[in-house]
């Protein structure tokens, strides 16, 4: 389908209806594993003290009697090289990789959808010209490359990584709004809520922002997994979480050194790793479908 | 045609000056004042001020942003605080190791992603089709490090099927250099033996770099295949009694490979950025791995050039995506105003 089909079907739809989306979503019973997935995990991380086997474990903590266990029953996962239950520090690992995705997520989606929508209204102004170029010089290096620069100049750990992920993140929905902004533009309700005298304002929020909702949700879903990515990665170089932390990936760079011998102190906290980041990719997919978006 | 390709080489100058902006504001405004970084705390006030004027610093923001361009501009990217050498000798050495790496990588996932992608595409809904499907959407959630690091478990230590770490093992001696690449300069001066080692060490890295990608282009080229087998003029072909093979190697991919190509772009940031983790765990002696180094050890000048380099490479290559786009797609051309 073109974007003109897809608008045009969009809007014939109406108001989208909760029950018939939710069916729709229901189809594909991947999305659905996807979202089960995103729940189980967000449930254990802000139940992590009461869940976990050895809590008190999760931070500076040794015992080097029971450093570097083989997984077994009483350490499902193993143990680390300081001794510490490697299943438990897993999900107090989850905390920091979702707080981070959302706060990044948080910082840069409003700021990008005000600067697309207000791009995408002015077109041929310099108000467009200044805030796509500026948009393109963010793009012009990939979001890691640039991540990793800006962190080690604000000295690494956790909220300087959100801070420097934040910083460019807002240029994926500053040009996803403005391509969206722009067709809607040429659309009959802007132009008679423009004759009515509608205000810039209402025109932007009220009439264009709520047919932009479908895309930017997508997208929102499919980069949790791209930020965690992001940050992970941040992490594993040793510029994110740092140690005693749990941080993800911080934990898999500790493992990677001791493979092959203690193979499971890298392997279990990447696993966790690629379960969140394909949750959450199995339920932006379903929204995809069910919002029938393609811009995403 | 012309006039697209001259609107699309300005917006790039544009784009790259406006980095080179970016760049220099987190290089020399975030981190406070960039001599005393540079020297260390054991240097003396005197020795900080002294190297102060020499990187005009004392004078205002922009004057010191005309004479760091001036200096980029003839190549002049400083001395690197960690190796002590002027950082364009370190780029010129560890770039040939990123390069080979890169491009076994590239060409591994265009023809895996391709051949996987249009056999899924083809027989859609198949066993294969299914497969492909669970397979690249793990390979797309997989981060970059930690393919690595389940190929080097896996096929370096449990199967001993590769070597585990750097291009060649140690006690080998290098290729004369020629390219730099160690697989081609040992075939030309002959060495096939060392070719053949370097070739062992290389496909660990490359593989892992290359998954991501092959799921990424597997999915699209699946997708736009089974998009285009639902087109009228391919059922047309169909009625008309044209063989199978000839629809799909003349009329089906063509169209088909057109998205695949266009994401290229985006492949190459993918393989840039990756190449930092991937090399970290390899120890590949590469830029990337030049790039962490110096990012841990706050190498000023060192991560400037990184990312402008990057930034640079990035760029060239999305021009040389858009203009061979344009060239198979006809519309594209039209609908951005080139003649």
């Known amino acids: 389908m073109s974007k003109k089909e897809v608008l045009i079907a969009a809007l014939s739809r109406g108001r989208y209806s909760f029950s018939k989306g939710w069916y729709k979503f229901s189809r594909n019973p991947l999305s659905v594993l996807g979202l089960i997935i995103i729940f189980l995990v967000i449930l254990a991380a802000v139940l992590a003290p009461y869940i976990t086997p050895y809590p008190e474990q999760a931070g500076p903590f040794t ?25 438990t520090r897993v999900i107090f690992g989850y ?7 959302v706060v990044v997520l948080g910082l840069s989606i409003p700021p990008g959808v005000i600067l697309g929508l207000i791009a995408g209204y002015y077109q041929r102004t310099w108000i467009e010209i200044a805030i796509m170029r500026v948009t393109d010089v963010f793009l012009s290096v990939p979001p890691l490359v640039l991540a990793l620069a800006i962190t080690v100049m604000l000295s690494p750990n956790l909220f300087n990584q959100m801070i420097a992920i934040s ?14 902004t722009t067709s809607l533009c040429q659309e009959d309700f802007v132009h008679e809520a423009e004759l009515t005298g509608a205000g810039k304002a209402h025109i932007l929020l009220r009439e264009i922002l709520p047919n932009c909702i479908a895309p930017i949700l997508t997208k929102m879903t499919l980069d949790m997994g791209l930020v965690i990515i992001v940050g992970a990665s941040l992490s594993f170089i040793g510029l994110g979480v740092q140690p005693p932390k749990p941080g993800l990936g911080t934990m898999v760079a500790d493992g990677a050194k001791r493979l092959p011998a203690e193979w499971w102190t890298a392997i279990f906290p990447a696993l ?4 969140i980041i394909l949750a959450f990719n199995l339920a932006g997919d379903g929204l995809r479908d069910m919002f029938a978006v393609e811009e995403v | 045609m012309g006039k697209y390709i001259v609107l699309r080489l300005l917006q790039t100058l544009f784009v790259l000056f406006g980095l080179s902006i970016l760049i220099f504001f987190i290089a020399r405004v975030v981190p406070g004042d960039p001599a005393r970084v540079a020297l260390g705390s054991l240097a003396t006030k005197e020795q900080v001020q002294e190297l102060r004027e020499e990187m005009h610093l004392d004078k205002p923001l922009f004057v010191q942003y005309y004479f760091w361009f001036r200096s980029i501009l003839r190549g002049d990217l400083g001395k690197s605080l960690y190796t002590r050498r002027p950082v364009t000798t370190d780029l010129k050495e560890f770039m040939p190791a990123t390069l080979e790496l890169m491009l076994f990588s590239f060409f591994m996932s265009l023809i895996i992603g391709q051949v996987m992608g249009v056999l899924a595409g083809y027989f859609g809904n198949s066993w294969f089709d299914n497969l492909f499907r669970v397979l690249s959407y793990i390979g797309i959630a997989t981060p970059a490090f930690a393919m690595a690091i389940f190929s080097l478990l896996i096929f370096s230590y449990v199967l001993n099927f590769a070597p585990a770490v750097g291009r060649l093992s140690l006690g080998v001696r290098s290729p004369h ?3 730099g690449f160690f697989i081609l300069d040992s075939l030309i001066t002959g060495q096939f033996s060392i070719a ?3 070739l062992r060490h290389v496909l660990l890295p490359a593989a892992s770099l290359a998954v991501a990608n092959i799921a990424q282009e597997g999915r699209i080229t699946r997708s736009s295949i089974v998009e285009n087998l639902q087109k009228d003029y391919i059922t047309a072909h169909i009625v008309y009694g044209i063989p199978t093979r000839s629809i799909i190697f003349k009329y089906l991919l063509k169209p088909s490979l057109i998205p695949t190509v266009s994401i290229m772009g985006l492949d190459f940031a993918c393989l840039i950025a990756n190449a930092f983790l991937v090399e970290v765990v390899f120890m590949w002696p590469g830029f990337s791995r030049y790039g962490v180094t110096a990012m841990l050890n706050k190498d000023l000048n060192a991560i400037v050039a990184v990312v402008l380099v990057i930034g640079v490479a990035y760029s060239v290559v999305n021009v040389i995506v858009d203009i061979v786009v344009s060239f198979l797609d006809p519309r594209i051309r039209l609908q951005k105003g080139g003649g």
Request: glycine letters at 4%; one cysteine or more; hydrophobic letters at 50%.
């Open chain 2, 196 to 198: 053949w080692k370097a």
């Open chain 1, 167 to 180: 910083f460019m993140w807002w240029t994926w929905y500053c040009r996803l709004v403005y391509t969206m």
């Open chain 1, 63 to 87: 015992n080097f009697r029971e450093a570097s266990l083989p997984p077994s029953l009483t350490h499902l996962s193993g143990t680390d090289s300081m001794g510490r239950d490697i299943f």
């Open chain 1, 95 to 101: 905390r920091f990789s979702l707080m981070l995705a």
């Open chain 1, 272 to 275: 966790a790793i690629v379960i």
């Open chain 2, 177 to 179: 250099q020629i390219t």
